[in-house]
């Protein structure tokens, strides 16, 4: 019989694991998965140092506000920690309920389904609808998310360029115009900051017949009017036939949402395996999403606060000449070109007390190796000049 040892060198995952360069790689140069010891709004202490937190997603700011942790609280208190189980099988929950509503009447949409990911929303959002024989036409920037419920879609794919209806409609002139299609895009690309031409690429799409799935988690709370999103923003939101996104951005809390018509959020209650299989969102979850959605609409002066902060962080980085792929948003890229620069970039930051994260090469396209930023509603004058010393000590750097 063979030792231990030995059965365990003959599995090639095993050898795979532990060769990855990728792995070997990022445990060197350790630029992610760092971990903090406390938090508290845009600070964090990473290893007795308090630094500026520049990338986290919370834009509006409410992730600390008393109304929004107080509703966590109740939550947990009411309902206990967790449903421990899917809710076909388990049963909703009152709160599961009410947040879908909220939800829909916010996003000015008939139905909504919650689940415990953004991702799984997102990926669910077209593994649902799409079918081997249908085809799908992405966005070549869209997030992960997207591309894996494409996958599992088993429909077949064609990218355009990022952004452009031209190249939509070039694609769709190519297919069978019998075949059914469906459009993957992003309202606010959350690496580039861009803001998709919805209105463009709406026209196309209706001309061919395709059915219409945006992810706009970095929309919401961002865009449209008390930041009802993308669609809103540009008035289209009827023509959006499914808006997918995260609860994890403005909405301050973790889990993800599907929004539609009734028949289309009902069809994919019967076919989302995503959802159907996965726990429920949690109690706590659910009650702090239901109290930003609130608080986002009660009380402007965040978002207000936030776009004023915006522009403050981009004469800084304006003024140091520093390239950032024409954000249009909060999400604020600072583009390096090679992941060697990149990297230092990142790590003079770190060294001046800001917290980053670096973006490279597959994850962006060649080339636009970068340093990813996002600003909050929370981000205060003194934040803003920690932030102007490093990034004017980190271009000097470079
Ligand atoms: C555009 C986009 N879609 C979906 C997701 C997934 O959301 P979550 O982090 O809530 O799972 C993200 C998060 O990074 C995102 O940026």
């Not at 060697?340 to 980053?356: D, P, S």
């Amino acid at each position: 019989m063979k030792s231990f040892f030995a059965r365990k060198s003959q599995k090639p995952i095993l050898e795979r694991c532990r060769k990855d360069q990728a792995s070997l790689m990022r445990q060197k140069y350790a630029p992610w998965y760092h971990s903090m010891d406390s938090q508290h709004k845009t600070r964090v202490e990473m290893n007795g140092k308090e630094m500026v937190m520049l990338t986290s997603n919370d834009y509006i700011g409410l992730t600390f506000h008393p109304k929004v942790i107080e509703a966590g609280k109740k939550a947990l208190d009411e309902w206990g920690s967790s449903t421990t189980g899917a809710r076909p099988a388990n049963g909703s929950r009152r709160y599961h309920i009410e947040l879908e509503e909220a939800l829909a009447a916010f996003l000015n949409k008939e139905a909504c389904q919650v689940s415990s990911a953004g991702y799984i929303s997102c990926s669910t959002g077209i593994a649902s609808f799409a079918q081997r024989g249908d085809v799908v036409l992405a966005d070549k920037n869209l997030h992960s998310s997207l591309w894996d419920g494409i996958r599992l879609s088993h429909a077949s794919m064609e990218r355009f360029s990022h952004n452009n209806a031209g190249s939509l409609r070039t694609e769709l002139e190519l297919l069978d115009p019998d075949v059914a299609k469906l459009l993957a895009i992003e309202g606010v690309f959350s690496m580039e900051g861009h803001i998709s031409p919805l209105p463009e690429l709406l026209d196309v799409a209706d001309e061919f017949g395709c059915f219409v799935v945006m992810d706009d988690a970095h929309g919401i709370g961002v865009l449209g009017e008390e930041g009802r999103g993308t669609a809103n923003h540009f008035g289209v939101e009827d023509r959006i036939d499914l808006l997918v996104g995260s609860l994890s951005k403005s909405l301050s809390s973790t889990g993800g949402f599907v929004a539609g018509d009734k028949d289309t959020i009902e069809y994919l209650r019967t076919h989302s395996k995503q959802t159907i299989f996965s726990a429920a969102i949690s109690p706590s979850q659910a009650a702090c999403a239901k109290m930003a959605l609130q608080v986002m609409q009660d009380e402007p002066e965040h978002r207000e606060r936030l776009w004023a902060n915006v522009e403050k962080y981009k004469k800084i980085l304006l003024e140091l000449n520093l390239d950032t792929w024409g954000s249009e948003t909060p999400a604020i890229p600072v583009v390096l070109g090679s992941k060697e620069r990149a990297y230092i970039f990142w790590q003079n930051l770190l060294k001046k007390g800001v917290f980053t994260v670096m973006s490279i090469a597959p994850g962006v396209p060649p080339g636009k190796d970068l340093i990813r930023t996002a600003i909050s509603a929370s981000h205060t004058d003194k934040d803003f000049e920690i932030i102007a010393e490093a990034f004017a000590y980190a271009a000097k750097k470079l």
